[in-house]
């Protein structure tokens, strides 16, 4: 007799979550995410509230270990204070935009490995370039480029680019600390690392939108052939815009094939928050298919 895993009956029992950071632009996104859906969610911060996160949209709670008793997961948008999730006994969803790398991510595909205790986010661009298989067939050789913009680092992207742009535009050199490196009106091209595919990253200067350009061969003796599109992705009639993107909840996909289907671009406009982030961490909750 096969019996039900424990995440097929989370998906007919509101599961009981808490995010913390629950104040941040991730934090935000989060828990208006997973309140659309089947859970139960308490807004954490990170530490004493502030006045406007009290008065704020979002009720947004100070952190304690009382809050947590009786909860199914802890999801970090932001880094508390590590006494706090001292003997938690339930799961742990690491999404800070600089994870604990000591802990396996999160599948590409599934829910949540059974005993497994804690895992981390993996980058929107790993989540995208595993539907390639899905959106052409016969696909051989692959590379490209992959235009990056700063919402992977959610407030501090944001904030970042805005205190550059009005550097910049003031004549002043931009302050680096929080991107790390110089973005404002500049485009920083970041070499592959060895071993890891020929895809060149480029970080653009905008906040929302990544686009992935693809260069896709076919196998020999074959050809490509386009697929219909998987659920959250979208054949497009031209290659995506940075803004398309952003008022997008889709995937855009766009392809220019060669006339013997022997070739072709793929380009792939995605918002790195929703395909980074929000689709994972519904998907191994159980609370996305």
């Given at each position: ?36 859906r ?28 009382l ?8 999801i ?23 994870p604990?790398?000591?802990i396996?991510p ?11 205790k ?15 298989p ?56 970041v ?22 350009i693809?260069?896709?061969r ?18 497009v ?38 395909w ?9 909750l159980?609370?996305?298919?």
């Open positions: 007799m096969n019996l039900p895993s424990v995440f097929e009956i989370e998906r007919h029992i509101m599961l009981k979550l808490a995010v913390i950071g629950a104040q941040t632009m991730l934090g935000r996104e989060l828990v208006g995410a997973l309140e659309a089947d859970a139960s969610v308490v807004p954490l911060s990170i530490g004493a509230l502030s006045v406007d996160e009290e008065v704020g949209d979002l009720v947004v709670f100070a952190p304690s270990q809050l947590l008793e009786g909860l199914d997961a802890v970090l948008a932001d880094t508390p204070d590590l006494a706090l999730l001292e003997g938690f006994p339930g799961r742990i969803l690491d999404l800070r935009s600089e604990e790398a000591r396996d999160v599948p590409l595909a599934g829910p949540w490995p059974q005993a497994v804690s895992l981390r986010g993996r980058p929107a661009l790993e989540q995208v370039l595993v539907l390639i899905a959106l052409l067939g016969g696909v051989g050789d692959v590379g490209g480029t992959h235009l990056r913009s700063v919402a992977w680092m959610g407030d501090r992207g944001l904030d970042g680019l805005v205190e550059q742009t009005l550097a910049v535009l003031n004549g002043d050199d931009p302050d680096l600390a929080k991107l790390g490196y110089r973005q404002a009106f500049e485009v920083v091209p070499t592959p690392v060895a071993g890891r595919g020929r895809l060149m990253e480029i970080r653009v200067p905008s906040f929302h939108g990544d686009l992935v693809l260069q896709i076919a196998q020999d003796g074959q050809a490509l052939t386009k697929q219909e599109a998987p659920l959250g992705v979208k054949w009639e031209t290659a995506p815009s940075s803004r398309d993107v952003a008022v997008s909840a889709d995937l855009l996909a766009h392809l220019d094939l060669t006339g013997d289907s022997k070739a072709a671009v793929l380009t792939l406009g995605f918002d790195p928050v929703l980074g982030v929000l689709r994972p961490t519904l998907r191994v159980g609370l996305m298919d």
